[in-house]
C-alpha cells in the first residue's frame, strides 16, 4: 500500500522567510500528488497539484513544488512566507490509473511570526 | 454557491449513543468520502462512495455506518461500537472517483463523547 510522509510535524518561521516543507511518498508507479492547505477554521482546500508534464507546479497564493521522481518526493516551496500562510498543511497521493484512494500524510502545522 | 455542507459544526454526545452526521454536496459529483482527523495522523478515509446506492469501507470503517440513497448527501453515523468517536470528521466529494480527480472538503464536524 502506498504511503505519504511528512517529516515536519511543526515548523515555526519569520515573516519573509523562505518555506520548503518535506514530502515523500513509497508507491514506486506512476502517481498524482497534491498539497491541500487548511486555515485556522476554514475547510480543507487544494494548494497544487501535480498530474503529469513539468515537474515545477505553481499553485495558488505563490506556493509551488517540485516533483522529483527519484526521490519519490514532492516537497512545497515558498520564496517568502506571510503570517497569513499560517495553516496546516497536508501532502496526498494517489496512483495514476485505476480506482485508488487518496492517501494523506500526518500533516505540517506552519507558524508564522509577524 | 456551489460546496459541502457539513451539520453541525460541533456535536456532543453521551457514551454508548450513536450519532449521524450530515453532509450535503451541490456540486453534482458523483464520489463522495468521510475522513478522520486525529492530531499528528493525517486524514484517515472512514468510508467512500463511488455513485449513488454503493458505498464501501475505507481504512478506518470499524463502528461506522453510511448510506447513499441519495447523489447529494452522504450521512456518516458513528455507532456506539466506535471505541474512539471523539474526533474531527471531514466529509469530501469529488467529480468521479480515483486517478487525479480534486477533492472538496466540507468545513467539518467536530465530535466530542463525553
Known amino acids: 500500500a502506498q504511503s505519504v510522509s511528512q517529516h515536519n510535524h511543526h515548523v515555526i518561521l519569520s515573516e519573509a522567510a523562505s518555506l520548503e516543507l518535506g514530502c515523500n511518498y513509497s508507491?514506486?508507479?506512476?502517481?498524482?500528488l497534491f498539497w491541500y492547505v487548511q486555515y485556522p477554521g476554514q475547510h480543507l482546500q487544494l494548494l497544487l497539484k501535480y498530474f503529469s508534464g513539468d515537474p515545477l507546479v505553481k499553485g495558488i497564493k505563490g506556493f509551488e513544488a517540485e516533483f522529483i521522481k527519484s526521490k519519490f518526493s514532492f516537497n512545497l516551496r515558498k520564496p517568502s512566507v506571510q503570517w497569513s500562510d499560517t495553516a496546516e498543511y497536508f501532502c496526498?497521493?494517489?496512483?495514476?490509473?485505476?480506482?485508488?484512494?487518496?492517501?494523506f500524510g500526518t500533516g505540517t502545522r506552519l507558524t508564522i511570526i509577524p | 454557491d456551489g460546496g459541502i455542507t457539513q451539520s453541525p459544526k460541533y456535536l456532543f454526545r453521551k457514551e454508548g449513543q450513536n450519532v449521524t452526521l450530515s453532509c450535503e454536496q451541490n456540486?453534482?459529483?458523483?464520489?463522495m468520502y468521510w475522513y478522520r482527523q486525529d492530531p499528528g495522523q493525517g486524514l484517515r478515509l472512514i468510508y467512500y462512495s463511488q455513485i449513488v446506492n454503493d458505498f464501501q469501507k475505507g481504512d478506518i470503517a470499524e463502528g461506522y455506518s453510511v448510506s447513499r440513497e441519495k447523489k447529494e448527501s452522504f450521512p456518516l453515523t458513528v455507532t456506539s461500537a466506535q471505541k474512539n468517536p471523539t474526533a474531527f470528521y471531514l466529509c469530501?466529494?469529488?467529480?468521479?472517483w480515483g486517478s487525479g480527480t480534486e477533492a472538496f472538503f466540507g468545513q467539518g464536524t467536530r465530535l466530542t463523547v463525553v
Open positions: 469530501a466529494s469529488s467529480m468521479t
Open positions: 496526498a497521493v494517489n496512483k495514476a490509473f485505476g480506482n485508488e484512494k487518496l492517501t
Open positions: 508507491y514506486g508507479g506512476t502517481v498524482n
Open positions: 456540486l453534482n459529483h458523483d464520489a
